[in-house]
């Protein structure tokens, strides 16, 4: 039993020896590839990492431009609505001007008519020249109160924001204060 145990020992050893000399390549290979696929992970991670660091860094420069984006837009808020109320003051200015510029006006209107009516009406030449001289008086009054308009229109065309739009501001006055002023002067 010896020789035939003996026979058969070199075939199971060799046998065996082939076996793990391929578990061995094996092994080999699967830690070679094993090894590959974590270089590709630590690769991937590594690039993941820079892409995360550029995107934290885009984003506190988006986050930095965006507060002074921000910071811009509220100082502009700030100085739109000065602006705005300065204007608007203007505005109730200027329409309180045009107010009282008309009140006058037909104020000066109806004195020079009653001015008028006394020359009309005076019987001696004495009343008559005092009635004239007042009815000139009146006229002047009138006069400096259209010019008086004529050159707040004047002023609006300067100061609008446009050329255009001072003319069409100043064409407006204008054709407010003709008819009242047309109808003095006669």
Known sequence: MNSHSQG?????????TAVFALAAVGLGIWAITTNSDLDDAEATIEQQRRQLASGERRLETEERRSARVEQAERAFGRRAVR???RVRRRLVRARGEE???????DKEAGELNQARREVANAESAEAREAASLQHARERADVAAACARGTLDAIDEFF??????????????????LRPRCESALQ
């Not at 100061?159 to 407010?176: F, P």
Request: no cysteine; proline share 3%.
């Open 8 to 16: 058969k020992s070199p075939t199971v050893w060799m046998v065996l």
């Open 99 to 105: 107010r009282e510029l008309r009140v006058t006006i």
């Open 83 to 85: 602006a705005y109320r």
């Open 159 to 176: 100061n609008a924001a446009s050329a255009e739009a001072g003319a069409n501001r100043a064409m407006r006055e204008l054709e407010r």
